[in-house]
């Protein structure tokens, strides 16, 4: 068991990537805190690791809101400690050129994306350079690294994700907390079938986005749980500053 006897919070785990994470370290013996803004979908998260044998605690929680984020994660970390935080949650918005960009779009994306991940490494920081241990794993994307057109918002806040993380890392590494960052490729959550949902022929430019990876096919959910996993765990202990990218091929087309 990977995980056994370790406390994590893994936020936006109602759904996609994050459900599938908090599954996932609920089976390596984590106690597993479960967060996100749809407080009905994160119960029925916890609902399903707890029917398993798994230990969790599901939160309502707007990763936008700091001082909610900050009391939830004071809360856990002084209950059982805090060894792993997963901060998953995030937007997308609809393809659009920069210019045609609305204002709106924009400050949402970035308030959920940016806002949510310094919020989550804000408020869990202290904790874990206390006690001179932790891992933080920060979700980011393939758009980190690539930026990718008409998706210029997701791209620029994935970035910034990506590169945050590396200044996580110079700082609390010397108190023995790592951080690191997954890039996913296209995965098939709410959030990618709503990109497609979005184009004149859906069924088409999924096809086409298929053909864009070597192995032809897109990413499933629990396909970057298991690199986050590795990334919270042990057996990463000498890993850390690192965006690892996980997008079937995609970047060697």
Known sequence: MRLEGKTTFVTGAGQGIGEATALRFAEEGAHVVVTDVNAETVAETADTIEAAGGSAEAHELDVTDADRFHDLVDTVAED???????????????????????????????????????????????????????????????????????????????????????????????????????????????????????????????????????????????EIAEPILFLASDESSWVTGHGLVVDGGFSTS
């Not at 400690?81 to 920069?98: C, K, R």
């Not at 990109?195 to 864009?212: G, I």
Request: one cysteine or more; proline letters at 5%.
């Open 80 to 222: 059982r400690g805090l060894d792993v935080i997963v901060n998953n949650a995030g937007v997308g918005h609809p393809p659009a050129w920069i210019e045609d960009t609305d204002q709106d779009v924009f400050e949402f994306v970035l308030d959920v994306n940016v806002r949510g991940v310094w919020n989550g490494c804000h408020a869990a920081l202290p904790h874990m350079k206390e006690q001179g241990s932790g891992a933080i794993v920060n979700v980011a994307s393939l758009a980190a690294i690539f930026g990718l057109p008409r998706q210029a918002v997701y791209s620029l806040t994935k970035g910034a994700v990506l590169n945050f993380t590396r200044a996580v890392s110079s700082e609390a590494g010397p108190m023995g907390v790592r951080a690191n960052a997954v890039c996913p490729g296209f995965v098939t959550t709410d959030l990618g079938q709503q990109f497609f949902a979005s184009r004149s022929d859906p069924e088409a430019a999924r096809e086409r986005m298929e053909q864009r990876y070597d192995l032809r096919r897109l990413g499933e959910a629990e």
